[in-house]
């Protein structure tokens, strides 16, 4: 019997550990002022050195900086009051598994675009509230006012003859 | 002067009384590498495509289209990105050290490039890394398998050396199965025998 709930407790704590150890996506290489991140429902300080994962949401407060390199080697930089969603990230060129979408909900973004700008830009693109910037290759700024709604999901920017494409890339 | 003063004071509160022209706005800038790629920006009413440094767009709701080119002022950009410009991270750098036969021993033809990249990681705060080994076509599969491990983790001490965390190197190996340059079995190939690295 404690056999059984000893092997039972240890593969919850396995798949516990195989939650936690999802691959970072980015490292922080600069912060000034406060800067958090919200994971599974908390807020902790994020830190110069500290990763950044899938569905992370990073913020920054008053007169406060951030700055993530991605995996891919895509440099954000955000502004005061900034609030930046990582939704969905994937680099594994060998495994042609390529995508980047981030949303801004508000404030002052940076982005510079690394290998996956070169390989697969048509998968990359920053939502914002009132549209959907994407890109071929390229280094912009985007600025987003406090206090906007994103549309719901299926209307999200997604018309025109760029419509529906996909947030992630498979090629083959 | 009297007068100088009352226009002055008018000039500074129509500043920070005047409404601001734009709110939610995309400007693009031009590539690292030069030149300026494109942004597409879109929403439900239409889209608008930047291709010129400078060029910003207006996405105002979503309900309305992005507006037309407008030029972002450098006070402007100074006044609304400047804490944004100022935290860019330094840009990614890749580098690939070739090695003797054989070895994971770094090539002479590679030392210099090899000497420049621990420069480069040194004079960087907070690296983090990717290193990935290969080897050339001669020997068992098994053997460059493993040679490629060597040559990879090879870098990757030498990256903790110069004080990037362990933790922090993601480190592959592929053997002989991605060549740089194609080649028979059991040929030597100086530019298959390589790490290939990624500073961040």
Redesign the interface.
């Known amino acids: 019997m404690h056999k059984v709930l000893l092997i039972a407790s240890l593969i919850i704590l396995f798949d516990v550990q195989a939650a936690l150890a999802a691959d970072?996506i980015g490292?922080?290489?600069?912060?000034?002022g406060v800067t958090t991140v919200i994971r599974a429902g908390s807020t902790t300080p994020l830190k110069?050195?500290d990763a950044v994962f899938e569905d992370d949401t990073v913020k920054t407060g008053l007169?406060?900086?951030?700055?993530?390199?991605m995996?891919d080697?895509t440099?954000l930089?955000?502004?005061?009051e900034?609030e930046l969603l990582l939704d969905e990230y994937a680099y594994a060129p060998r495994k042609n598994d390529l995508g980047f979408t981030a949303r801004l909900s508000q404030g002052?973004?940076?982005f510079?675009?690394?290998m996956l700008?070169k390989l697969a830009?048509e998968s990359v693109s920053i939502e914002?509230?009132?549209?959907?910037?994407?890109?071929?290759?390229?280094?912009?700024?985007?600025?987003?006012?406090p206090g906007?709604k994103f549309?719901d999901r299926p209307?999200a920017?997604?018309?025109?003859?760029?419509a529906g494409s996909p947030a992630r890339t498979t090629y083959r | 002067m009297k007068y100088r003063v009352v226009v002055l004071a008018l000039v500074l509160a129509a500043g920070a009384c005047a409404p601001r022209s734009?709110?939610?706005?995309?400007?693009?800038?031009?590539?690292?590498g030069g030149g300026?790629?494109?942004?597409?920006?879109?929403?439900?009413?239409?889209?608008h495509v930047?291709n010129q440094c400078g060029g910003a767009t207006s996405?105002?709701?979503?309900g309305?289209a992005?507006s037309s080119t407008w030029q972002l002022g450098r006070s402007t950009?100074q006044q609304?990105?400047?804490?944004?410009?100022?935290?860019?991270?330094?840009?990614?750098a890749r580098y690939t050290i070739y090695f003797d036969y054989d070895k994971a021993n770094v090539d002479p033809s590679s030392e210099e490039t090899y000497r420049k990249m621990l420069d480069e990681v040194a004079r960087r705060?907070?690296v983090?890394a990717?290193v990935a080994g290969h080897a050339d076509r001669t020997g068992g599969e098994d053997h460059n398998q493993k040679l490629s491990e060597m040559r990879a983790k090879k870098i990757r001490d030498d990256l903790v050396r110069v004080g990037v965390?362990i933790d922090?190197i993601e480190v592959d190996f592929f053997g002989d199965t991605e060549p740089a340059v194609p080649t028979p079995e059991n040929m030597p190939e100086l530019r298959n025998r390589r790490v290939e690295v990624?500073i961040?």
């Open positions: 970072p490292y922080v290489k600069t912060a000034t110069v050195g007169e406060s900086s951030l700055g993530v390199t995996k080697g440099a930089s955000a502004g005061p900034t002052t973004l940076e510079v675009s690394g700008g830009p914002t509230p009132t549209g959907v910037i994407g890109m071929r290759g390229t280094h912009f700024l985007v600025r987003v006012d906007q549309p209307a920017g997604r018309t025109g003859s760029k | 734009h709110n939610n706005y995309v400007v693009l800038l031009n590539n690292p300026s790629g494109k942004v597409i920006v879109s929403n439900q009413k239409g889209r930047l996405i105002s709701a979503a309305k992005p950009l609304d990105f400047g804490r944004a410009l100022a935290a860019r991270p330094q840009r990614f705060k907070a983090d990717t965390p922090h990624m961040r």
